[in-house]
């Protein structure tokens, strides 16, 4: 069964540091998606992609937030200069159409900021 | 915007007995999926029910989209069933995927 794919598994970085976190969705969906969970609270959605642009974001994806689809199949999640309180899990999620379709989630990216 | 509660916030079974979970949620949705969270933190996606009664195995689901609420039903329960269980909406209008802030389970041998 296709599944979402995300690299690394853990990253661990120095306050100030730029990370990127990687994500590979399954290949024929259309509409991409970041969350993140801070240990021991809910899932919070950052932000929806389709058609290579950003179609919604939270509060929570600032400036320091990017995102990009380089390439045909690698979708991913950029925080220019990290604070502690950007320490979670980060997951991908992807969905063949934006509405009344299942969000398949990734294995997540554990980020730990120092 | 959307809001979902979830109950009870932590449960604590003995293997082999029966739970259910239940969601609230505050708005008409276009999509309802239950997630369980592993120990090692990923999200498994269990069911994709916006409306009606789904099964796999020893797990069911079903959602009242006209009363607003789901319910999941995990019968035999297992260790493994172990972790926290999380319900996710999307409401209509184009909105993001809103999480509840789970379910926490504890099967014990």
């Known amino acids: 069964e296709p599944e979402v794919t995300q690299t690394p598994s853990h990253q661990v970085t120095q306050m100030g540091q730029e990370v990127i976190l990687r994500c590979v969705p399954i290949s024929n969906h259309l509409y991409f998606y970041w969350y993140r969970q801070i240990l021991g609270q809910k899932v919070e959605f950052l932000v929806s992609?389709?058609?290579?642009?950003?179609?919604?974001k939270s509060e929570i994806f600032d400036d320091q937030f990017s995102v990009e689809r380089p390439d045909g199949s690698n979708f991913t999640l950029k925080i220019r200069s990290t604070k502690l309180e950007d320490s979670a899990m980060y997951f991908c999620?992807?969905?063949?159409?934006?509405?009344?379709?299942?969000?398949?989630f990734g294995p997540g990216t554990r980020l730990l900021v120092l | 915007g959307i809001q979902v509660e979830q109950s009870p916030p932590d449960l604590i079974l003995q293997e082999g007995a029966n739970s259910t979970l239940r969601c609230n949620f505050s708005d008409s949705v276009n999509n309802l999926q239950w997630f369980h969270q592993n120990p090692w933190g990923q999200l498994i996606n269990l069911f994709y029910i916006p409306s009606g009664t789904k099964q796999n195995g020893r797990l069911s689901a079903t959602t009242v989209a006209t009363e607003r609420y789901s319910l999941l039903y995990i019968s035999s329960s297992q260790t493994t069933d172990s972790g926290v269980y999380f319900c996710?909406?999307?409401?209509?209008?184009?909105?993001?995927?809103?999480f509840g802030k789970g379910t926490r389970l504890s099967v014990i041998a």
């Open positions: 996710a909406v999307e409401g209509t209008g184009n909105t993001p995927l809103v």
């Open positions: 999620a992807s969905s063949e159409v934006r509405v009344i379709e299942t969000q398949y």
């Open positions: 992609f389709y058609n290579n642009e950003i179609s919604e």
